[in-house]
């Protein structure tokens, strides 16, 4: 059963950069086809972000594309969200995924990010 | 690319059916069998309870079925229970920006 912990700062500033870490264990980041991320800002519904192969390769969704960079480290079994020129309608919790087959299989729980000064 | 459309809230009493639409375009919904849907607690993780339009997963009741027609697809929750009690997300792959959610609908067990 893979598992999925977001991390990351809570808070950050307007114009910044989020960097979220998703530690996978359970499983090789290998072993799965597609690593996910997707934010829900508060009272709002989901919203997919993009994905990353684990051998790199990247699809990102159209509307934050000149701001999302994604990456993954099979040495520490991790992947990596940057989300750059940050506004306050990011502001939103965070979620890490692991897809296959044009489905998400496993989910981690969370993490709130908020954008402040 | 704009989010699929479902009904805000849905609710029903303990031991009946109700039906979650999720309509979308000849772009996604009507042109993919890959729509899954997602309970959703807050606070906890969503868990997938529907894939490739009706499939159910290992370990997920079979209360819950899905199914498709044109660009709507659809979960029914049947024998609802207050454990259903949660938010619902259909999801399907899309011609245009790869993936793309519902808006998300809240069921409420009166």
């Known amino acids: 059963q893979v598992q999925l912990q977001e991390s990351g700062p809570g808070l950050v500033k307007p114009s910044g950069t989020l960097s979220l870490t998703c530690a996978v264990s359970?499983?090789?980041?290998?072993?799965?086809?597609?690593w996910t991320w997707v934010r829900q800002p508060p009272g709002k519904g989901l919203e997919w972000i993009g994905e990353i192969y684990h051998g790199g390769t990247t699809n990102y969704n159209s509307s934050l594309k000149s701001r999302v960079t994604m990456s993954v480290d099979k040495s520490k079994n991790h992947f990596s969200l940057h989300l750059s020129s940050l506004i306050a309608a990011d502001t939103a919790v965070y979620h890490c995924?692991?897809?296959?087959?044009?489905?998400?299989?496993?989910w981690g729980q969370g993490t709130l990010v908020t954008v402040s000064s | 690319q704009s989010a699929l459309t479902q009904p805000a809230s849905v609710s029903g009493s303990p031991g009946q059916s109700i039906t979650i639409s999720c309509t979308g375009t000849?772009?996604?919904?009507?042109?993919?069998?890959?729509v899954s849907w997602y309970q959703h607690h807050p606070g906890k993780a969503p868990k997938l309870i529907i894939y490739?339009?009706?499939n159910r997963p290992s370990g997920v009741s079979n209360r819950f079925s899905g199914s498709k027609s044109g660009n709507t697809a659809s979960l029914t929750i049947s024998g609802l229970q207050a454990v259903d009690e949660a938010d619902y997300h259909c999801?399907?792959?899309?011609?245009?920006?790869?993936?793309?959610f519902g808006t998300g609908t809240k069921v409420t067990v009166l």
């Open positions: 490739e339009v009706s």
């Open positions: 000849s772009s996604d919904v009507g042109a993919y069998n890959f």
């Open positions: 999801y399907s792959y899309t011609s245009t920006t790869a993936y793309v």
């Open positions: 995924a692991a897809a296959n087959d044009y489905r998400i299989d496993y």
């Open positions: 359970g499983g090789s980041i290998s072993g799965r086809d597609w």
